[in-house]
């Protein structure tokens, strides 16, 4: 049941309703109190009469702008989730070991440039830049490497990769397999939003239309064989870092995950299956307020989508479960101590916004990858807030703020018209159809570049201040040590390759790569086949050169 009048008599029945799920949910054994001592309530609401508040509700209750939960970060805090990756498999899982031993609640995997373009380190196209900005992975021998000693079916796992995600997915899933872990036991979520790469960040291997064919599979797979596994990840962070606003960020990344709703929906599958399946990633930037009423009115839009266009009946699956990761474009290469500052800031407003996971940003990954010291830095950040400020204790605490309450407003009313907008394009009524046809005559790019340069202007101008950059330059902060990737590591990932390929049966691998390029050509689920070619241990090259040589490459088409 959901509020469904504003009086002061509804807003006694809904406190009612969430008091009943809370007790039944929530057992405390403790008191919650200020700092000063003063005992707080779980969530606050209206005294009497607030004609908002059906708008803004209750925790855990449609249309879900203050939570999911009734709990809140009372019943199960953030997962701390810590972005990492770099050089080879080895370097990244003693990482791992480390963020894990120090508290960190899961694992999110970032890979190398060949990695997320569906090259081997020895392709020459590689050249340069093997483990640079993440971990090189090409074949399942990798997978088990940055694994090791680290057990699959304990600790869930984000993959940040969508142009060779299927793949890597599968490289993963053998993974489990090999140490043991039934592959249904398997949580963790891979981003596989392909939308947004043609939108922003540019890394796919092949035209949208086969992109989505192989989604839809991994759609169907997870949904029959690994239920609680989320196999795509909508993500709105890389188009937010490309320089789009809040408002742009919210509607291009919700339309895009309405995109994903509809191919789901195509496939025959049922929207309260496979939904619970979807996930969200968003930006926490700079402004405090708007990022908090971003991620409110994300929640709400969704679930009123959900219901209401797409059908769905139950509270899973109009549920938007979001990760975060704090702004990597708002930190400075000037003063770079600052942006310790920035990222608590921004990993605050994620945590009031009512992030389910959150990553944040080390102080130096504006000059190169975290180094040990600043990684420690930043896990820190989020335990100083989830341990000291008391935060959690309160649900949506700035849940009836005139300010918070009318800057959600404000960016659900702006997503409403780009996503009629979105509509229009595509003639049919369809979001995938708009989407399709905003990438083809590049309408999204333009927007965001628009975007970006307004701000670049304001930068330049001075109406935008930036501590170290514009203004309070004057400092006597030192020159950082960076990490720095080694050019042999990239040696030994390709000696290694080498006698990886040596040491397999190539008949085995042959056979494999048949089945799955049959498979390319008609309509049956690739994710089977493409198993048994990297359980052969057929090299991601090899394998997204299959697809490549089957479906042909991409190029995105000239826009001025």
Same mark, same amino acid.
């Given at each position: 049941?959901?509020?469904?009048?504003?009086?002061?008599?509804?807003?006694?029945?809904?406190?009612?309703?969430?008091?009943?799920?809370?007790?039944?949910?929530?057992?405390?054994?403790?008191?919650?109190?200020?700092?000063? /001592?003063?005992? *707080? =309530?779980?969530?606050? $609401?209206?005294?009497?009469? +607030?004609?908002?508040? #059906?708008? @803004?509700?209750?925790?855990?209750?449609?249309?879900?702008?203050?939570?999911?939960?009734?709990?809140?970060?009372?019943?199960?805090?953030?997962?701390?989730?810590?972005?990492?990756?770099?050089?080879?498999?080895?370097?990244?899982?003693?990482?791992?070991?480390?963020?894990?031993?120090?508290?960190?609640?899961?694992?999110?995997?970032?890979?190398?440039?060949?990695?997320?373009?569906?090259?081997?380190?020895?392709?020459?196209?590689?050249?340069?830049?093997?483990?640079?900005?993440?971990?090189?992975?090409?074949?399942?021998?990798?997978?088990?490497?940055?694994?090791?000693?680290?057990?699959?079916?304990?600790?869930?796992?984000?993959?940040?990769?969508?142009?060779?995600?299927?793949?890597?997915?599968?490289?993963?899933?053998?993974?489990?397999?090999?140490? /043991?872990?039934? *592959? =249904?036991?398997?949580? $963790?979520?891979?981003?596989? +939003?392909?939308?947004? #790469?043609? @939108?922003?960040?540019?890394?796919?291997?092949?035209?949208?239309?086969?992109?989505?064919?192989?989604?839809?599979?991994?759609?169907?797979?997870?949904?029959?064989?690994?239920?609680?596994?989320?196999?795509?990840?909508?993500?709105?962070?890389?188009?937010?870092?490309?320089?789009?606003?809040?408002?742009?960020?919210?509607?291009?990344?919700?339309?895009?995950?309405?995109?994903?709703?509809?191919?789901?929906?195509?496939?025959?599958?049922?929207?309260?299956?496979?939904?619970?399946?979807?996930?969200?990633?968003?930006?926490?930037?700079?402004?405090?307020?708007?990022?908090?009423?971003?991620?409110?009115?994300?929640?709400?839009?969704?679930?009123?989508?959900?219901?209401?266009?797409?059908?769905?009946?139950?509270?899973?699956?109009?549920?938007?479960?979001?990760?975060?990761?704090?702004?990597?474009?708002?930190?400075?290469?000037?003063?770079?101590?600052?942006?310790?500052?920035?990222?608590?800031?921004?990993?605050?407003?994620?945590?009031?916004?009512?992030?389910?996971?959150?990553?944040?940003?080390?102080?130096?990954?504006?000059?190169?990858?975290?180094?040990?010291?600043?990684?420690?830095?930043?896990?820190?950040?989020?335990?100083?807030?989830?341990?000291?400020?008391?935060?959690?204790?309160?649900?949506?605490?700035?849940?009836?703020?005139?300010?918070?309450?009318?800057?959600?407003?404000?960016?659900?009313?702006?997503?409403?018209?780009?996503?009629?907008?979105?509509?229009?394009?595509?003639?049919?009524?369809?979001?995938?159809?708009?989407?399709?046809?905003?990438?083809?005559?590049?309408?999204?790019?333009?927007?965001?570049?628009?975007?970006?340069?307004?701000?670049?202007?304001?930068?330049?101008?001075?109406?935008?201040?930036?501590?170290?950059?514009?203004?309070?330059?004057?400092?006597?902060?030192?020159?950082?040590?960076?990490?720095?990737?080694?050019?042999?590591?990239?040696?030994?990932?390709?000696?290694?390759?080498?006698?990886?390929?040596?040491?397999?049966?190539?008949?085995?691998?042959?056979?494999?790569?048949?089945?799955?390029?049959?498979?390319?050509?008609?309509?049956?689920?690739?994710?089977?086949?493409?198993?048994?070619?990297?359980?052969?241990?057929?090299?991601?090259?090899?394998?997204?050169?299959?697809?490549?040589?089957?479906?042909?490459?991409?190029?995105?088409?000239?826009?001025?």
């Amino acid at each position: 049941m959901e509020p469904d009048a504003t009086g002061a008599e509804s807003v006694e029945a809904g406190r009612a309703r969430w008091q009943a799920r809370y007790d039944a949910a929530f057992k405390r054994d403790h008191e919650f109190r200020t700092l000063s /001592g003063l005992e *707080v =309530d779980p969530v606050y $609401g209206p005294p009497g009469e +607030d004609p908002r508040f #059906e708008r @803004i509700g209750w925790p855990g209750e449609f249309p879900f702008t203050r939570g999911l939960y009734a709990t809140g970060y009372r019943g199960r805090p953030w997962t701390i989730r810590q972005f990492a990756g770099f050089g080879n498999a080895g370097q990244t899982n003693e990482r791992y070991k480390m963020i894990l031993g120090a508290g960190g609640g899961g694992l999110s995997v970032a890979f190398d440039m060949p990695t997320l373009m569906g090259r081997d380190s020895d392709d020459p196209r590689s050249l340069g830049e093997v483990g640079h900005c993440g971990v090189a992975i090409d074949s399942a021998l990798d997978m088990d490497l940055l694994f090791d000693g680290i057990p699959l079916g304990e600790v869930t796992t984000s993959m940040t990769i969508s142009g060779p995600a299927v793949p890597i997915f599968c490289m993963y899933v053998v993974a489990a397999e090999r140490q /043991g872990v039934p *592959v =249904d036991k398997l949580n $963790g979520t891979l981003q596989t +939003d392909i939308f947004k #790469e043609y @939108i922003a960040q540019k890394e796919w291997l092949f035209a949208p239309e086969p992109h989505l064919r192989l989604i839809g599979d991994l759609m169907e797979f997870c949904a029959a064989e690994i239920p609680a596994y989320k196999p795509l990840s909508v993500s709105g962070y890389h188009i937010r870092e490309a320089g789009a606003t809040a408002a742009q960020e919210l509607a291009f990344t919700l339309a895009d995950g309405f995109g994903y709703v509809e191919l789901g929906l195509s496939r025959g599958l049922d929207v309260d299956v496979f939904a619970p399946g979807l996930s969200f990633f968003f930006d926490a930037h700079i402004d405090f307020f708007e990022e908090i009423a971003k991620f409110r009115a994300a929640r709400r839009i969704w679930a009123r989508w959900m219901r209401d266009v797409y059908g769905a009946r139950t509270d899973k699956a109009q549920w938007l479960r979001f990760h975060t990761q704090t702004a990597g474009v708002s930190l400075t290469a000037q003063q770079p101590d600052n942006n310790v500052v920035r990222t608590a800031i921004e990993a605050l407003a994620a945590v009031l916004g009512g992030t389910n996971s959150l990553h944040t940003n080390a102080l130096d990954e504006v000059l190169a990858l975290p180094s040990e010291k600043a990684a420690e830095i930043a896990l820190r950040t989020q335990q100083v807030i989830m341990e000291e400020t008391e935060v959690v204790n309160v649900v949506d605490p700035l849940g009836g703020s005139w300010y918070v309450e009318a800057l959600t407003d404000r960016l659900e009313a702006e997503a409403e018209r780009t996503f009629a907008r979105i509509r229009e394009m595509g003639g049919d009524g369809t979001m995938t159809a708009g989407i399709l046809r905003g990438i083809e005559d590049g309408w999204f790019m333009s927007e965001i570049a628009e975007s970006a340069f307004d701000y670049q202007r304001k930068l330049e101008k001075g109406d935008k201040r930036i501590v170290g950059v514009n203004c309070h330059t004057s400092t006597v902060e030192q020159p950082l040590e960076i990490l720095r990737i080694s050019h042999e590591v990239e040696v030994e990932q390709r000696r290694a390759l080498a006698e990886r390929r040596a040491a397999r049966d190539e008949k085995v691998v042959d056979a494999a790569l048949t089945a799955l390029r049959a498979a390319s050509r008609g309509d049956d689920n690739m994710i089977p086949p493409m198993l048994e070619a990297v359980r052969a241990e057929a090299t991601l090259g090899e394998i997204c050169d299959v697809l490549r040589e089957e479906w042909g490459t991409y190029s995105e088409p000239a826009a001025f």
